[in-house]
């Protein structure tokens, strides 16, 4: 009676064949996982038509692997079969040879398992997976494509000219640099963030600068750096990239030109939500909406020129500055008061 009562219970199928794999018993939740009776299933050809074609030469394989084998008294298998309401099944067996007194297989004893459910959500996440290293490597294309097009831009500046130093030359790769860093440190926040396909925006954005700096060493000058960047802002690639290759064109313009002959200065950033309520929110308001934000960088250095126009401007650097502003369809303002502000503003939709 525990016996029968233990197989009447059983979530799986236990069962028995002959030593050519032809079954002797089946018992336990038979018709739940296939569909058909213990009775029905209760031959070799009958057990065999139910499993899918394609995956029947690879348990016809297993089982001639236990047969011939020596050693190996175990073995298992994941095959799919189609229940007789036309679904397909997948299913876990494990089975066992027992040897007969003259050392040769007797009989094989097993267990079969429904592992349906297990496999529709493997599957699920390799798609999710798939989908994601195609999207990672659309990611890394498009910023190639940046990458080309910010050195097109850098050589048609050279075209224009009439004569080009050495010095110019070496000053154009360190630009070109610095943008790429810009960008690989994107990829690098993305990658420690364990997989988060929105960038931590404020931590970025101290690691950019601190290259910046170590990049810039102004001889003895004491360039001291004040940040104000709140906490918890998220953006995607889409904002990110753009928004880091300003910070990157404003901070290294104030570290190159504010501060000549060795003057000490300060240089400024701050990036916050323009809501003053922002900070008390979820990171991401209602999707549809949109939550717009502030970003200044400004130095006390000796000032841009009033030459210098925002609209139309001469310089390759402030031209990726202009066009990228345009990107992420913001404003941007310079104040030429005590020294030099740009403060930007732009609009990021909120996505769940």
């Not at 073995?75 to 007969?100: C, M, N, P, S």
């Not at 224009?160 to 943008?179: G, H, I, K, P, Y």
């Not at 401007?313 to 030099?340: A, D, F, K, M, Y």
């Amino acid at each position: 009676m525990k016996y029968r009562s233990l197989i009447q219970n059983f979530q799986g199928i236990a069962f028995q064949t002959d030593r050519n794999f032809i079954p002797i018993f089946m018992h336990g939740a038979v018709k739940e996982i296939t569909g058909h009776t213990e009775e029905e299933l209760m031959s070799r050809a009958k057990w065999k038509e139910i499993i899918l074609p394609e995956d029947l030469p690879l348990l016809l394989k297993e089982e001639e692997r236990i047969r011939d084998s020596t050693c190996n008294k175990y073995a298992k298998v994941d095959f799919r079969i189609t229940h007789r309401d036309g679904k397909i099944r997948w299913l876990h067996e494990i089975y066992q040879k027992v040897l007969g007194k003259d050392g040769n297989p007797k009989l094989y004893q097993g267990t079969i398992y429904d592992i349906t459910e297990r496999k529709e959500t493997e599957e699920f996440l390799a798609n999710i997976k798939i989908a994601r290293q195609r999207e990672i490597h659309h990611r890394i294309k498009n910023n190639l494509q940046v990458i080309s097009s910010l050195l097109d831009l850098q050589a048609e500046k050279f075209n224009n000219m009439e004569c080009v130093t050495n010095s110019e030359v070496l000053e154009a790769f360190r630009e070109s640099q610095d943008r790429v860093i810009s960008i690989a440190l994107i990829h690098e926040e993305l990658h420690e963030g364990e997989g988060t396909e929105k960038l931590n925006f404020s931590p970025y954005l101290q690691k950019l600068i601190g290259n910046l700096f170590q990049t810039y060493r102004l001889g003895d000058a004491a360039i001291s750096l004040k940040t104000e960047l709140e906490e918890n802002i998220f953006f995607d690639m889409d904002i990110a990239v753009p928004l880091g290759l300003i910070v990157n064109e404003l901070v290294s313009n104030s570290l190159k030109h504010a501060f000549s002959n060795g003057k000490n200065g300060e240089i400024r950033i701050r990036l916050s939500r323009n809501d003053k309520l922002g900070h008390l929110r979820e990171e991401i308001g209602p999707e549809g909406e949109s939550t717009e934000f502030n970003l200044t960088v400004s130095d006390n250095g000796k000032g841009i020129p009033e030459t210098v126009n925002l609209e139309n401007p001469e310089t390759l650097g402030l031209q990726l500055v202009s066009i990228l502003v345009n990107q992420l369809e913001g404003e941007i303002e310079l104040n030429r008061e005590n020294g030099t502000e740009f403060s930007m503003r732009f609009k990021v939709e909120n996505k769940l």
